[in-house]
């Protein structure tokens, strides 16, 4: 069969009705269905909003969705912020005087990062500032990804894909980075976040991180159905 019969017989295949739906059903039908999402929100305040009362107290005042537990690790986490920029509540942690990473814990579920799975959030950074995705192990350990998402001062939605990355132990009190991790076991992960590596440089022209909208597709595991 020549060339030019295979080159019709392919356009024949994609414009041939129903075929086209078949396939991106085929590619959309490997993601796993989203699993959480979170969009912050301002915790309770009395009088006029400043930073201080910006700042997240009590973890779970700054979360919105009722089954995500918001997890904090480093030296000082007592300036992490909600603020809100382009109508939206988003994490801030331009006045951070450490590393800061947070997390969620879903309560009911681990959570597999195998596969198709991805996190896709709404992020900024600024003045080399970078973040890292978090994962913390049904084990305990937490790893810092080797993924690092800058945007230049911009919020930006992207994507964080878990198997293509090399994982690196973070120390949760000191928030530095130590031995490569070869092959983790994501199939069953307890919580996942963002570290941000540097302290906060302040407001303005500086360097921080914002997290905005998280969004998580991914498959579940029942916390009561797994054997310890």
């Not at 350990?141 to 001062?153: E, K, M, Q, V």
Request: one cysteine or more; proline letters at 6%.
């Amino acid at each position: 069969m020549s060339r030019t019969i295979w080159i019709r017989l392919a356009m024949f295949l994609v414009f041939l009705p129903g075929t086209q739906n078949c396939i991106f059903a085929q590619e959309a039908g490997g993601r796993p269905p989203l699993l959480f999402r979170e969009e912050w929100k301002q915790p309770p305040y009395t009088g006029e909003l400043d930073d201080v009362k910006r700042r997240i107290v009590l973890t779970q005042d700054a979360v919105s969705n009722p089954n995500l537990e918001l997890k904090l690790y480093g030296p000082d986490t007592k300036d992490l912020l909600v603020a809100v920029h382009e109508g939206r509540h988003d994490l801030w942690t331009g006045l951070e005087t450490t590393p800061i990473c947070a997390t969620f814990r879903d309560k009911n579920n681990y959570v597999d990062l195998t596969g198709r799975a991805r996190l896709r959030w709404i992020t900024r950074t600024g003045s080399l500032h970078v973040l890292h995705p978090v994962v913390k192990l049904a084990d305990g350990t937490l790893l810092a990804g080797s993924l690092a998402i800058s945007t230049d001062g911009d919020f930006l939605e992207n994507e964080v894909s878990f198997n293509n990355q090399h994982w690196f132990k973070l120390d949760p009190e000191k928030l530095v980075t130590t031995v490569d991790v070869k092959n983790p076991d994501l199939t069953r992960v307890d919580e996942i976040g963002f570290v941000d590596l540097m302290p906060g440089g302040g407001k303005g022209v500086a360097g921080w991180v914002n997290v905005s909208v998280v969004e998580l597709y991914a498959k579940p595991t029942p916390r009561g159905s797994v054997s310890h």
